[in-house]
């Protein structure tokens, strides 16, 4: 049984406890992973044709390259998933199975492509990545795609991918909903949402006054979770800050969000925010963990003991916000917007009024106000969990970097159009030899600059 959709994205918000079960128990019944031999796997392409589904589900063919005997498989995806990708990725990967004798073969989903390109030595190409064809991009065929990925796998050792001491060359393949979703390399380090929730919770029952669990989303590209914590002492210090800089965030409370991803969009990660439940901010750089290196149970739940302690340092660096001036207050609004990549059309009016308000402003005032700009966009737009996310995160990194300052200057667009409507503006040069002499100029009808050149210097009038 189907128990997401590819594109969905499920919203468990409210607050309540069977909520909270119903989301983990739809994390816990669609997630499946396993180790699986890089060098033995194999491409296969899936005949786009509908008509054939029986004998594709009893058995196919994988061509290892030009003139191979081909190896017969049967296909572990059920019915439905191989005929949505019949549509769309057109690959499924066969490798032997880790748990019983014979082949595991499961068809790709869109998310799992790049992966298995890339442990294929073949990176960011686009020509075996794309999904889609565009004016200045061919599609490749499915099976050109499958003999060219099977020749890389076959031949590719990458930094990544050497093999252990067995002569092993495992590579991780993480399955959802009876498709390959993302595949890591062998450095790759798997850990498990619902074990981060355990361990989060654990150091929430021992590091706060209480928490409460507010919702969360799960999609088979990003999970999330979102706490509401009380710590009363922390909360007063960033009111205090908060009160100096002339801000008032009464209403607003201290929460945590957990988020993961398994298909490489990001690891396990911590974000402390401030919320009234309307705008969110993060008040300190998020905390997080890679799926590599050191990552473990472990290494989490110190991430989880260092949130706490960002709480009560989070204060010292909003202050040192209110000490930085913005002098072009509507320009540094919109260049922040563009700065995050979004359509600076929708945040006109909120910059203008941001400038009234604001005649003199600092820093704090500036991230304040585009903080509550950017919720009235995630509320109105509603992008995905993650882009929420990342759009917190990048206007943290953004108004706390170096790069505010940077930032807080006349727009590039509206320095191009001041210089070219001087450009279109007609001039008259006027020679004056003794600038007391002149009495009078007439100008044609249209605007116009007068230029009076003297022996020592040149006058627009």
């Not at 019915?79 to 549509?87: D, I, K, Q, R, S």
């Not at 979703?181 to 949402?193: C, D, M, V």
Request: with cysteine; hydrophobic share 40%; aromatic share 8%.
């Amino acid at each position: 049984m189907q128990i997401l959709k590819d594109d969905e994205t499920r919203v468990f918000g409210k607050e309540s406890f069977s909520d909270q079960v119903e989301l983990l128990s739809t994390l816990e019944s669609s997630e499946e992973s396993r180790w699986i031999n890089r060098s033995m796997s194999r491409l296969l392409p899936i005949d786009n044709n509908p008509i054939c589904i029986g004998s594709i589900m009893k058995e196919t063919t994988v061509v290892d390259r030009i003139g191979s005997v081909p190896m017969k498989v049967n296909i572990n995806s059920p019915e439905w998933a191989v005929l949505e990708e019949m549509g769309r990725t057109q690959l499924a990967i066969t490798a032997p199975s880790p748990y019983r004798k014979g082949n595991e073969t499961y068809v790709l989903a869109d998310t799992a492509v790049a992966s298995v390109m890339r442990n294929a030595g073949y990176g960011t190409s686009k020509v075996l990545n794309s999904l889609k064809e565009t004016k200045r991009l061919k599609m490749m065929a499915p099976a050109i795609k499958a003999i060219i990925a099977n020749e890389g796998l076959r031949l590719y050792k990458g930094e990544d991918l050497t093999p252990d001491k067995s002569g092993d060359n495992k590579v991780y393949n993480y399955i959802s909903d009876g498709k390959l979703r993302y595949q890591g390399s062998n450095l790759y380090i798997p850990f498990p949402i619902l074990d981060a929730i355990d361990v989060f919770r654990k150091t929430l029952i021992d590091g706060f006054d209480g928490y409460k669990y507010v919702g969360g989303t799960v999609s088979h590209k990003f999970t999330e979770f979102l706490f509401k914590v009380n710590d009363t002492d922390a909360l007063d210090t960033l009111k205090d800050v908060f009160e100096r800089a002339g801000q008032n965030i009464e209403g607003f409370d201290l929460y945590i969000r957990v988020a993961a991803s398994n298909t490489g969009l990001c690891g396990t990660n911590l974000y402390p925010l401030l919320s009234d439940g309307n705008s969110a901010f993060l008040i300190e750089n998020p905390i997080k963990m890679e799926h590599r290196g050191s990552a473990s149970v472990d290494q989490f739940r110190e991430n989880c003991l260092n949130i706490l302690g960002a709480f009560k340092t989070a204060g010292e660096k909003l202050s040192s916000l209110d000490e930085i001036e913005i002098i072009h207050a509507e320009d540094c609004f919109l260049n922040v917007i563009e700065e995050l990549d979004l359509a600076e059309s929708t945040f006109l009016e909120k910059a203008e009024i941001f400038a009234a308000t604001f005649p003199t402003c600092s820093g704090m005032d500036l991230y304040f106000s585009v903080a509550e700009a950017i919720g009235d966009y995630i509320r109105d737009t509603k992008p995905s969990a993650f882009k929420a996310v990342k759009l917190l995160e990048e206007l943290f990194y953004l108004v706390t970097g170096k790069e505010l300052t940077k930032l807080d200057c006349k727009r590039k667009k509206a320095e191009k159009a001041e210089k070219k409507e001087k450009e279109a503006t007609p001039s008259i040069k006027v020679k004056v030899v003794e600038a007391e002499s002149v009495s009078s100029i007439s100008l044609p009808e249209e605007k116009s600059t007068i230029i009076l050149e003297t022996e020592k210097e040149s006058i627009a009038v």
